[in-house]
């Protein structure tokens, strides 16, 4: 079965060790990777631009991980953050904010600790699982629904550009069109690629972070 086929192919579960040495050759890190060159105007998108607006993190499309669905990749990214910096306000007050993104804001806005503890933990969640996070959350979204990744495979070679740019917010080292393009021009062709980046990223993220119960 093809890997858009199936239905929680996100789930984990123990995968090959060939799968991983396939993955070393073409591991992601933001120095080995360079932008593909092209004199194609790039195309710019955010939530309300006029096309490619189901590029933007906000965009509702719907995905399933370890068999918990959710409604876009903001609502990911934030479960699993505050799951690991303020486990309290996680099972509290956002997982009660379920899919709606307007409610998950405004909380997510008025947030604030001054709790030692948790200030630690945000500071090792933005330098070392912010941007694992939005890749497997980008990887679940475009590999589980057929029209967004053939959306995003129509784009062939043009560079992506997110306006204005989230990366600040997200804490991640590379902006979100560059993301796109490395998942579009490395992954996406080949079936076996994919679940091999699955893979790689799972690894670099404690189980703890994933487990939403």
Not at 133 to 143: D, E, H, S, V, Y
Not at 167 to 176: N, R
Request: proline content about 5%; glycine content about 2%; hydrophobic content about 40%.
């Amino acid at each position: 079965m093809s890997l858009l086929e199936e239905p929680c192919v996100f789930a984990i579960s123990p995968v090959p060790a060939a799968a991983e040495h396939q993955f070393e050759a073409v591991a992601i890190t933001t120095k080995s990777i360079e932008s593909a060159t092209t004199t194609t105007t790039p195309i710019e998108f955010y939530l309300y631009s006029p096309t490619h607006k189901e590029f933007s993190n906000l965009y509702q499309a719907f995905f399933t991980f370890d068999h918990h669905m959710f409604s876009c990749v903001y609502q990911f990214f934030e479960w699993c953050k505050f799951h690991y910096v303020d486990p309290v306000f996680y099972r509290n007050v956002i997982r009660n904010a379920g899919s709606n993104i307007a409610l998950l804001t405004c909380i997510i806005k008025k947030y604030y600790t001054d709790d030692p503890e948790c200030l630690e933990r945000m500071r090792i969640w933005n330098r070392d699982y912010s941007q694992p996070i939005i890749q497997l959350a980008l990887l679940c979204k475009f590999g589980q629904n057929r029209y967004l990744h053939a959306n995003l495979m129509s784009t062939k070679s043009v560079r992506l550009v997110e306006r204005p740019s989230l990366t600040c917010f997200y804490g991640c080292d590379l902006p979100l069109g560059r993301l796109l393009e490395i998942l579009r021009d490395q992954y996406f062709e080949n079936d076996s690629m994919m679940r091999a980046l699955l893979v790689n990223l799972v690894s670099k993220i404690p189980m703890d972070i994933l487990n939403f119960i």
